[in-house]
């Protein structure tokens, strides 16, 4: 990780600004899973599990959050979701859960996987405390994403899965790139840049009623910095 700090109260800033991912369980058939994210050894006071908060916490007013553009085709929607759902703002008026209905809105429309993905979703999100603690230094986020790929991973999963378990048009899709996060410090800008990886499960099934005339839609998401490959 990257910084342009000057001072120890500094450090102190990019250490809040560059926490808030923790760790979730693997499920499915060995591909899908939650969100993970890097602890230092021997911390005693690691941060509590990721939740979902209630509906109603964003602010009147506001402007709603970064929308997954829909598309057909699956590496520019995974490209769209990763996009989305790494770009923030604490001083927006919004609440994690305002940020989580836009990945949620392209969620699996049969239902069947809409838990899980809320759950990965709030795994990838500062929890509500730790939101309003970055909320003081006006922090924000953003991902430049390097390079995405299906990885040769998937083709062994697909062999591995029996008839029916997995949604017509199923693919997978694993994102590297950059996440960046930005911060005022005492009137002054700091910012903290760290490397990400994962993966996008998806479907992009042919067109039906109940596949929203084509589009691609999100199934799960991998262990953050722990993708398929």
Request: glycine share 10%; hydrophobic share 40%; with cysteine.
């Amino acid at each position: 990780m990257k910084t342009n700090l000057a001072s120890w109260s500094r450090g102190r800033l990019i250490a809040v600004i560059a926490a808030g991912l923790v760790m979730l369980l693997l499920i499915g058939v060995g591909v899908y899973g939650l969100i993970t994210g890097p602890k230092r050894p021997g911390d005693p006071n690691p941060d509590p599990a990721p939740t979902v908060t209630v509906p109603g916490e964003s602010e009147p007013g506001r402007s709603g959050p970064p929308r997954v553009v829909p598309s057909n085709d699956p590496d520019e929607f995974a490209r769209n979701v990763a996009e989305a759902l790494f770009a923030w703002d604490t001083g927006s008026g919004l609440m994690p859960l305002d940020y989580s209905a836009a990945i949620l809105e392209v969620g699996d429309p049969s239902g069947h996987e809409q838990a899980g993905l809320a759950a990965d979703v709030a795994g990838y999100l500062p929890n509500r405390e730790a939101w309003i603690e970055l909320r003081k230094y006006a922090t924000t986020q953003h991902l430049t994403i390097d390079n995405s790929f299906v990885p040769e991973a998937w083709g062994q999963a697909v062999e591995q899965a029996h008839p029916g378990q997995l949604p017509a048009g199923a693919t997978a899709i694993t994102i590297e790139g950059t996440g960046h996060r930005e911060g005022v410090w005492n009137g002054e800008p700091v910012t903290s840049e760290h490397a990400v990886s994962f993966t996008v499960f998806l479907a992009c099934p042919p067109p039906a009623p109940q596949f929203r005339t084509g589009l691609c839609h999100v199934l799960r998401l991998s262990q953050l910095d722990n993708p398929l490959r």
